[in-house]
């Protein structure tokens, strides 16, 4: 199967800074999603980004597909930022099959 | 709107009996759902793809025996564990994809097999 990995694996912050986490991926992708899981579990759709830049307030993402790898930006970082950040690949077979990363422990301390 | 529930979130049992995990999507039909498992501070391993009226894929290692998959609908998917062992103790997900490439993840439900 294709091969996902992120870096880096544990991050801590204080309140207020930027940070950027990186997906790695070693076969080319139909889908490419990042996802927060927050403290209890629930695992939120951050971005849809098989390729290029999308901004949602003060996340940002791009992937670069043709390079197979794909960036989190995670500006004047809170609190809330909390948690876990996975990146899934899917190559595009009928089954929608997603490949997880293990994830960025992110921890934002006051 | 892609909202998925999963029932019940938290679930203790005896060793050797079955649990039933429910999956739905709420507010749109899922043409395909997924099933994945979680241990402690690891990543999600799909276990099953579903699609409704038709008999689930399982991954290579998975059990299709103990884990038994039903797609009734399409907004809902069941997760039944048999026999369950505390080795099966785990964070079990549900996913629904509504045909858009984008999968909706459930809140997941926690299993502790005693």
């Known amino acids: 199967g294709i091969q996902v990995e992120q870096s880096p694996p544990d991050l801590i912050l204080q309140e207020g800074a930027n940070s950027t986490l990186r997906c790695n991926f070693s076969?080319?992708?139909?889908?490419l999603q990042w996802f927060h899981q927050n403290p209890w579990g629930q695992l939120i759709n951050l971005f849809y980004i098989p390729s290029g830049t999308k901004q949602n307030g003060r996340l940002s993402a791009t992937t670069v597909a043709t390079e197979r790898y794909s960036l989190l930006y995670i500006s004047s970082s809170q609190t809330t930022d909390s948690g876990v950040y996975f990146c899934?690949?899917?190559?595009?077979?009928?089954?929608?099959?997603?490949?997880f990363g293990r994830g960025t422990q992110l921890t934002v301390w006051p | 709107g892609a909202v998925v529930s999963q029932h019940p979130s938290r679930v203790i049992c005896k060793s050797g009996t079955s649990v039933k995990i429910e999956c739905r999507s709420l507010?749109?039909?899922?043409?395909?759902m997924f099933w994945y498992r979680q241990f402690p501070k690891q990543s999600l391993m799909l276990m099953a793809t579903?699609?409704?009226?038709?008999?689930?894929?399982?991954e290579q290692g998975v059990e299709k025996d103990k884990f038994l998959i039903n797609h009734a609908s399409l907004t809902l998917s069941t997760l039944t564990v048999t026999s369950a062992h505390p080795e099966d103790s785990s964070f079990y997900i549900c996913s629904g994809d509504r045909g858009t490439d984008t999968q909706y993840f459930g809140p997941g439900t926690r299993l502790t097999v005693l």
């Open positions: 579903s699609n409704e009226g038709s008999k689930a894929t399982y």
């Open positions: 899934a690949v899917d190559r595009g077979s009928t089954l929608g099959r997603l490949y």
């Open positions: 507010d749109f039909q899922a043409t395909t």
């Open positions: 076969d080319s992708v139909n889908n």
